[in-house]
């Protein structure tokens, strides 16, 4: 095994008081492999922006504006990333989901998750 140091030692991340950084499950339980790279940016901004309990109120034009996106850019990666169970929105509120929710769905008598993003992917199926 490989030890590790800091390149950096003056440098070391301190997780702020009022926010937390990105969780690192996004990664080891591949939830970010079903995000666009639109998508992506936009979860990483909503972490970064959003308060203790994950919300933010950033309209969409500030949102294309920092993350260079059209009007259509950011609708797709709203969407993508409301129907992986990551964000809700209900405009003009964000809120970054927890990561805790989605591997621990209780499924119900018929095999469906009861998660928001799998109902509304079900509907937007059904209305296709």
Known sequence: MIAKHP??????????????????RL?????????????????????????ANGLSYYGDKSI???????QS??????????????IAWQEPIYQVLSLDIRETAKRSPMGQPHSLGS???KAMEKTA
């Open 119 to 121: 109902i509304l992917k």
């Open 27 to 51: 990664v080891r339980n591949r939830h970010i492999e079903r995000f666009s790279h639109c998508a992506a940016a936009l979860y990483l901004f909503l972490v970064t922006v959003g308060d």
């Open 64 to 70: 294309i504006k920092r993350l260079s996106m059209d």
């Open 7 to 24: 390149i950096d030692k003056n440098r070391i991340r301190k997780v702020p008081k009022h926010f937390s950084w990105v969780d690192h």
């Open 73 to 86: 850019m950011l609708q797709k990666a709203r969407s993508n990333l409301i129907q992986n169970g990551m």
